[in-house]
């Protein structure tokens, strides 16, 4: 198995995390809060905007199934990239969208779909591109909330969970 890593913020992580989960060939997820300025902080801080963190799903994949073009590719169907610190309902800075890698080796393919995705656009994206400076994992709580409350809050459609199911690999 060829594992690999990538952090991706798009809104409220419950949503995020359940979409991303569907994907043929991502073997886990885990949500958290990634690139503040504090130090292991909790939902209520981070709720609050001050510390700077965003909602982010830590996805772990087998890139001979879903490579990082086709994750990101799905990634950019469950957001709007043009929507700065919202994605539906939720408001703030935590529900920034963004793609934080931990290598470098990462980074052509992850500005080469972006600038694919810019080119469909009339506005500039919000969607951050950074290196992951650090992150921490959200309490049990917040982990495979769908999951463990089918009829919870979600900003996304339930037919983009069935489309990531469905989707795959060229």
């Known amino acids: 198995m060829n594992t690999k890593v990538i952090y991706l913020a798009g809104g409220c992580f419950w949503g995020t995390e359940h979409f991303i989960k569907q994907i043929q060939g991502v073997i886990s997820t885990e949500t958290g809060f990634a690139n503040g300025h504090t130090e292991h902080p909790t939902y209520k801080e981070v709720y609050t905007d001050t510390t700077g963190y965003a909602e982010t799903v830590k996805v772990e994949y087998d890139a001979d199934v879903a490579d990082l073009r086709f994750l990101l590719e799905l990634y950019f169907k469950a957001i709007d ?5 919202k994605q539906g309902e939720d408001e703030g ?26 080119q469909q656009y009339d506005r500039p994206l919000a969607v951050e591109v950074l290196p992951l400076s650090n992150y921490y994992a959200a309490d049990e709580y917040h982990q495979d909330y769908l999951d463990k409350h089918p009829d919870g809050y979600c900003h996304l459609s339930p037919a983009l969970f069935e489309f990531a199911r469905k989707a795959r690999r060229k």
């Not at 990239?81 to 610190?85: A, I, R």
């Not at 800075?93 to 810019?118: H, K, M, S, W």
Request: glycine share 6%; aromatic share 12%.
């Open 81 to 85: 990239p043009t929507s700065l610190n």
């Open 93 to 118: 800075t935590r529900y920034r969208t963004g793609i934080y890698y931990t290598d470098c080796g990462d980074l052509p393919i992850i500005q080469q779909v972006f600038n694919e995705v810019a």
